[in-house]
């Protein structure tokens, strides 16, 4: 079946640890987004890659990084220099066309880091 | 960056009644969709919306583009208790370079009493 997966569902990390989340998709999207998602809060945009060995800082990068070697494959990384790491995170693809910008999401990732 | 501010920011209602919400801008976009998110998941795409005026249904949602193109609604007819969950709209700004890059709100949490 055609989707998306992040492993694992949960994550628990000591703090000061870099933890990498995995993104997987077989869509064959060349879009692929990272979001993060805090209680009562909506989503918002950590990294983006429209295509291959290629990617963008969203809106709350700091303390984040991420790689697209491949394009079906999205990973992130939380470094220790995130102050506050511990939250939902969700990985999503598109494909990219100039008017559409549908993202179908993933099942997210629950990093606690203690 | 781009704010949407959507209402209400949560519903208590029967089952069998029918649900509005809405998702304001104060500036114009191109794109507006709706998603739900089940608690612990990623969110699900309901509805796509692309022109000013447009109205699209997917089962028991309606979901219109509003004229102003400031503005979306996601109607919900005859809730079910599988109805329960967080409704979010997400938008894409006209202009600038937003390609690909999805503004969210707040989320509206929608519960259903049997």
């Known amino acids: 079946d055609g989707g998306i997966t992040q492993s694992p569902k949960y994550l628990f990390r000591k703090e000061g640890q870099n933890v990498t989340l995995s993104c997987e998709q077989n869509?064959?999207?060349?879009?692929m987004y990272w979001y993060r998602q805090d209680p009562g809060q909506g989503l918002r945009l950590i990294y983006y890659s429209q295509i291959v060995n290629d990617f963008q800082k969203g809106d709350i990068a700091e303390g984040y990084s991420v790689s697209r070697e491949k394009k079906e494959s999205f990973p992130l990384t939380v470094t220790s220099a995130q102050k506050n790491p511990t939250a939902f995170y969700l990985c999503?693809?598109?494909?990219?066309?100039?008017?559409?910008?549908?993202?179908?999401f993933g099942p997210g990732t629950r990093l606690t880091v203690l | 960056g781009q704010q949407l501010n959507q209402s209400p920011q949560s519903m208590f209602i029967q089952e069998g009644e029918d649900v509005s919400m809405n998702c304001t801008s104060s500036s114009i976009f191109n794109t507006w969709l709706w998603y739900k998110q089940e608690p612990g998941e990623g969110p699900v795409l309901l509805i796509a919306?692309?022109?000013?005026?447009e109205l699209t249904s997917n089962g028991r949602l309606t979901a219109q583009f509003g004229i102003t193109r400031k503005d979306s609604f996601l109607n919900i007819s005859a809730s079910i208790p599988s109805d329960v969950g967080i409704y979010f709209c997400?938008?894409?700004?006209?202009?600038?370079?937003?390609?690909?890059?999805?503004?969210f709100g707040q989320g509206t949490i929608l519960t259903v009493h049997p």
């Open positions: 999503a693809s598109s494909i990219r066309r100039t008017r559409y910008n549908e993202q179908f």
């Open positions: 919306l692309y022109k000013a005026g």
């Open positions: 997400a938008g894409v700004p006209a202009g600038g370079t937003s390609y690909g890059k999805l503004t």
């Open positions: 869509l064959n999207h060349d879009a």
